[in-house]
């Protein structure tokens, strides 16, 4: 739901990468990717019955945490995290 933040911790980053997720619910609104505190990149995430994959490129560099902050109406279920 709106203002939900999942972490992860910690990677290695040192280039360009694929995000990829898989979700499904009711929500509409953007998956902000953070990297420590900066935000890299945003996902759209619609409204979907079925499990939808959504993907994300960005750069980074450094031992840092990887977040993901929802900002939007609804919730929704997330099944994978890919690079």
């Given at each position: 739901?709106?203002?939900?933040?999942?972490?992860?911790?910690?990677?290695?980053?040192?280039?360009?990468?694929?995000?990829?997720?898989?979700?499904?619910g009711?929500?509409?609104?953007?998956?902000?990717?953070?990297?420590?505190e900066?935000?890299?990149?945003?996902?759209?995430?619609?409204?979907?019955?079925?499990?939808?994959?959504?993907?994300?490129?960005?750069t980074?560099?450094?031992?840092?945490?990887?977040?993901?902050?929802?900002?939007?109406?609804?919730?929704?279920?997330?099944?994978?995290?890919?690079?």
């Open positions: 739901s709106d203002g939900t933040m999942i972490g992860y911790k910690y990677f290695s980053f040192d280039g360009t990468y694929g995000l990829g997720v898989e979700i499904r009711e929500a509409e609104g953007t998956l902000w990717v953070r990297v420590g900066k935000i890299v990149a945003k996902i759209p995430v619609r409204p979907e019955k079925k499990w939808t994959a959504a993907t994300a490129d960005f980074a560099k450094g031992v840092e945490g990887l977040f993901l902050e929802y900002n939007g109406k609804g919730k929704f279920d997330m099944k994978t995290l890919c690079f």
